[in-house]
């Protein structure tokens, strides 16, 4: 039997919306009352044993339906109540009780409705003598529409929907081949479609594409594609999906055996569950083939065509028809995401934002440079550092990671560090140990012409180890090619870029330059990150370890104990070296509160957890 919605006194309202407002009775002793056709004939009764129903008749003027005193349906030739048998494909009707008339109801459904909604069920031609129009404007000619209309927002898709869905009216077994296409991945300029095309007697019938938006993924677009699909196949028919999408599969055929807590950790649940509920209401048979991408099918080939030419077309599902009591919203949007996943990323997001806006953060990153974050995040994981082995421990990587965030914050214990920390045991007017002509602090640290180290850089064993990274990723042939372009383009770096990127800031025209070369952001970022990791282990080995070896012996010479903080020589403590207590920054009112991560994630599908 099919659960319909009371819809009297409701515009625009739909019977197939779910959730359901009227469901079956768990208890069958609250006598719910059905309605159901019988050779064109409208029936109505009422539930009084597991296989009998008392039969009302119909006041067509006022909805009233009362017992029927006897007729040629009744089960019994007695005198009792009209008694008939179970009516076949019945539909449960809304009704309200009349208290001062006994065993009589009020329908809550047009009598003219039930009489199509019936037929439709029994597949009967529409008989009816009344003159209801009124009430038939609400409904389309078929529950494909309904569907569509329910399910889905934009105007012409539903048109084009309702109009293939008719031209399937007659089909007892229907094939599609449907594809997804996603291409700018990440980008502001991100393109999302999905496609199909129905195949009959080996010609095609009709095919339908259309484009996307929000939590952009390979398999969300096949999932619509599905969806679009078989939203117009006919009632009790066989449908054969062929997709190359073997993830979108795996999670139809699973998702029904999933626990409720579990459907809710399911990413395009919307979707998904839009195909459960319109294969249950059409009772179709669906069976999914796996077949392998570009492999010569011709109709894959194109479908994968249309997804990537598509009908600019947008299409969205209404929220009122996801199957929720509580629906997320973000800013008109439904999160159709793992919901304990998004406030993850929400969270990260708003600590990244402020984490980037920090002072010392900024006085590291050259001017006119901008930071790609997505590859910062990347290189400054400490769980990627297990890429480089070559025979370091875990304890070397930690003290060459606390150097790179010591370096990244502005934390290092520089002289002009120690002059702040320590008035009264420095000299107040120190310089750097190299030079001897300016202070030193982080900036010169790693510029100071008269450290001759700094101009060592190990740019041939970079280059080498990153050829026998492009070597295990390509062939001979191509790997060539590819060092001649990366081997300026790392060589040519210039002296800030270098510091910035072995603090793990990843500069974004060093980004696109790379990914113009390798066509991939992880080998991107990898190279990327390799480079870092080389540029900070220089400066660590190289520069930082011999200059704390310098100042120590200095303050040997000096007699200058900084741990048990005493001297020889103390000096009155000087203002103007002295950390002026720091305050909170005013907040900026042009700042909003959700940082713009989370629009993007949404929209284009940029994670700044990892590069794609």
Sequence with gaps: MLCINPISNMSNSNPFV?????????????????????????????????????????NINNHLISPCGGCHRSTYTTNASCTITLP????????????????????????????????????????INEDHTSYNTR????????????????????????????????????????????????????????????????????????????????????????????????????????????????????????????????????????????????????????????????????????AKNPSPEMISINISSINLLFPIIYKQIYIDYPLQSFIKISSHSQIATNWQKQPALRKLIPQNTNINWSYTEFCLDFSHYSMFTNGNSHFYHGTLYSFKLELLHNSLPTIQTLIRNYPTLMPPHLKCLYCNELPENIAHLFSCHSNMALNSIPWTTIIQSISTIIEKWFSLPKSKPIMEELQPLISN????????????????????????????????????????????????????????????????????????????????????????????????PSIQYHPPHIDNFIHNGSNFLLPR
């Design 88 to 127: 076949q494909n019945s539909i449960y009707l809304i009704s309200r009780k009349i208290p001062s008339l006994p065993s009589t109801y009020q329908l809550k459904i047009a009598i003219s409705d039930i009489k199509y909604l019936s037929q439709s069920l029994n597949n009967t031609p529409t008989s």
């Design 139 to 306: 409904f389309s000619t078929t529950i494909n529409d309904q569907l569509i209309q329910s399910i889905f927002i934009n105007p012409t898709l539903q048109n084009t929907l309702s109009h293939y869905a008719n031209n399937n009216a007659d089909l007892k077994s229907v094939t599609f081949y449907t594809d997804g296409s996603i291409s700018h991945f990440g980008k502001q300029n991100i393109k999302l479609s999905c496609a199909w095309i129905q195949i009959q007697n080996n010609h095609i019938k009709q095919s339908f594409s259309c484009s996307l938006k929000s939590f952009p993924s390979s398999t969300r677009t096949e999932l619509m594609a599905i969806l679009t699909a078989l939203i117009t196949c006919p009632k009790n028919s066989s449908v054969s999906v062929y997709t190359d999408s073997q993830s979108a599969i795996q999670i139809l055929n699973t998702f029904i055996s999933l626990t409720t807590q579990s459907k809710f950790k399911v990413k395009n649940y919307s979707i998904i569950s839009s195909i459960q509920h319109i294969t249950k209401i059409l009772s179709l048979k669906v069976s999914y083939h796996k077949i392998k991408a570009h492999s010569g099918n011709h109709y894959n080939e194109m479908a994968d065509n249309l």
């Design 493 to 588: 770096l210039n002296h800030n870029s270098t510091v910035t990127l072995a603090a793990g800031l990843i500069p974004s025209n060093l980004v696109n330059s790379t990914y113009s070369i390798l066509k991939s952001h992880t080998k991107t970022s990898i190279i990327l990150n390799h480079i870092s990791y080389n540029l900070i282990t220089f400066y660590y080995t190289r520069i930082w370890i011999p200059r704390c070896e310098l100042v120590s012996t200095w303050l040997k010479q000096h007699k200058i104990n900084l741990k048990k903080k005493t001297a020889i020589q103390t000096y009155p403590i000087n203002q103007s070296t002295q950390a002026t207590p720091s305050t909170l920054p005013t907040p900026d």
């Design 18 to 58: 779910f959730p359901l407002l009227y469901k079956i009775p768990s208890d069958m002793r609250k006598k719910p009352i059905i309605g159901s056709v019988i050779n064109s004939d409208l029936i109505v009764a009422k539930h009084i044993s597991p296989t009998l129903y008392r039969h009302y008749n119909i």
